[in-house]
């Protein structure tokens, strides 16, 4: 059955937008609409976190009863087969006797996955609608899948010599407006951000995404990393999303982030922090501001990563270049699979 495409794609794109209605955390942000056999939309959902209804079912639930017999179901992920704190969305569409099924994203999960053939095998047309957007907006998620551990960003900024600070410590502000404003949306594009305990007490830097200058935008949590104390007047301390501590185990920290759902984790200095991320193998994207200032001196923007011989170095390939006023940004990401 060849379903009605124009209607499906245009609820496909609506499902994305109703998805990301939902908040990010330990499940993925799903949306779903329900479609007549003539293409009028019956019904929305999407999933609003853990315990609560799935998208699929949020919007069978808008249907007067009987109104899903014959209907479609077009959904950003594939219907889960799962029995966890709700029962599994294949079933559920089953008994709601709808026909067909169009889904964007397959389901990962060891024991979530295995809708589409469910649906399938009690008569459902499922069909998979392949589009880029549809596993763009659930990219963090999917990859906690994999990992285990949330997608990790290293940034810093450094002078064209390679020093991330002056001789006496002082590093604010290497770089210019321009790319001090990147930076905030990048805050507020990961649900995380980690400092170790060195750039607390050098820098006391505040951790809030003030981007357009507003502290409005999503905040992500701050992560102190090291074992010394913040003071007590430290202005992480005044964060809108409090903070955590966490030990030098990097590995088991990550999994701990992702445990609560924080998929995303933006690592902000400074150079020992940065280095232990790179030469643990934990750095999956770069971030590097490039100013056009020369500070010498021993404070190099990353020290011991592992690198005894040449052949050790760690390649990365650039994937973007561009120049935020005076300033260059080069991100880069580390080869190696996942
Ligand atoms: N240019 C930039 O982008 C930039 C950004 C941030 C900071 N900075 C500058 O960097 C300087 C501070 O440098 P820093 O290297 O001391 O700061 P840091 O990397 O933020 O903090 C270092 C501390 O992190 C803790 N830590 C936690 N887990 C660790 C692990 N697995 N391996 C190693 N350390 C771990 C340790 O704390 P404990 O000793 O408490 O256990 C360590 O002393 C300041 O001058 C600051 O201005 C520059």
């Known amino acids: 059955?060849?379903?009605?495409?124009?209607?499906?794609?245009?609820?496909?794109?609506?499902?994305?937008?109703?998805?990301?209605r939902g908040p990010r955390g330990v499940n993925p942000q799903v949306g779903a609409v329900i479609l007549s056999p003539d293409g009028r939309v019956l019904g929305e959902g999407w999933h609003r976190g853990a315990g609560t209804p799935h998208a699929e079912v949020?919007?069978?639930?808008?249907l007067r009863p009987d109104e899903a017999r014959g209907?479609?179901?077009v959904v950003t992920l594939e219907p889960c087969n799962h029995t966890g704190r709700t029962g599994p969305c294949a079933a559920a569409l089953l008994d709601a006797g709808i026909s067909r099924v169009v889904f964007a994203c397959a389901d990962p999960g060891d024991v979530s996955s295995g809708g589409a053939d469910r649906l399938r095998a009690g008569g459902v047309d499922v069909d998979r609608l392949d589009e880029a957007e549809?596993?763009?907006?659930?990219?963090?998620?999917?990859?906690?899948?994999?990992?285990?551990?949330?997608?990790?960003?290293?940034?810093?900024?450094?002078?064209?010599?390679?020093?991330a600070a002056a001789?006496?410590?002082?590093?604010?502000?290497?770089?210019?407006?321009?790319?001090?404003?990147?930076?905030h949306r990048e805050r507020s594009a990961h649900d995380a951000i980690a400092v170790g305990t060195g750039t607390v007490l050098a820098d006391d830097p505040q951790l809030t995404a003030r981007v357009d200058g507003t502290p409005d935008a999503p905040q992500p949590v701050p992560v102190v990393f090291g074992t010394r104390a913040i003071p007590a007047d430290a202005a992480i301390r005044r964060h809108p999303r409090g903070h955590r501590t966490a030990s030098h185990d990097l590995e088991r920290e990550l999994f701990g982030l992702a445990a609560d759902g924080l998929q995303s984790l933006y690592v902000e200095g400074g150079p020992t922090l940065a280095s232990a991320f790179i030469g643990a193998g934990l750095a999956d994207r770069l971030t590097?501001?490039?100013?056009?200032?020369?500070?010498?001196?021993?404070?190099?923007?990353?020290?011991?990563?592992?690198?005894?011989?040449?052949?050790?170095?760690?390649?990365?390939?650039?994937t973007r270049l561009e120049q935020l006023g005076r300033d260059l940004l080069v991100e880069a990401t580390t080869e190696k699979e996942h």
Do not use: C
């Open 71 to 73: 209907a479609t179901a």
């Open 134 to 163: 549809g596993e763009a907006i659930i990219a963090d998620w999917l990859f906690v899948q994999r990992t285990g551990r949330p997608r990790v960003t290293v940034k810093w900024a450094q002078s064209l010599d390679g020093r």
């Open 167 to 183: 001789a006496d410590g002082t590093s604010q502000w290497i770089t210019g407006p321009e790319a001090r404003a990147h930076v």
């Open 1 to 20: 059955m060849a379903g009605n495409p124009t209607a499906e794609r245009g609820a496909m794109v609506r499902a994305r937008e109703l998805a990301l």
């Open 288 to 318: 590097i501001y490039l100013a056009p200032t020369l500070l010498g001196g021993p404070r190099t923007v990353l020290d011991d990563i592992g690198v005894s011989t040449i052949d050790e170095q760690r390649r990365l390939t650039v």
């Open 58 to 62: 949020d919007a069978l639930s808008r």
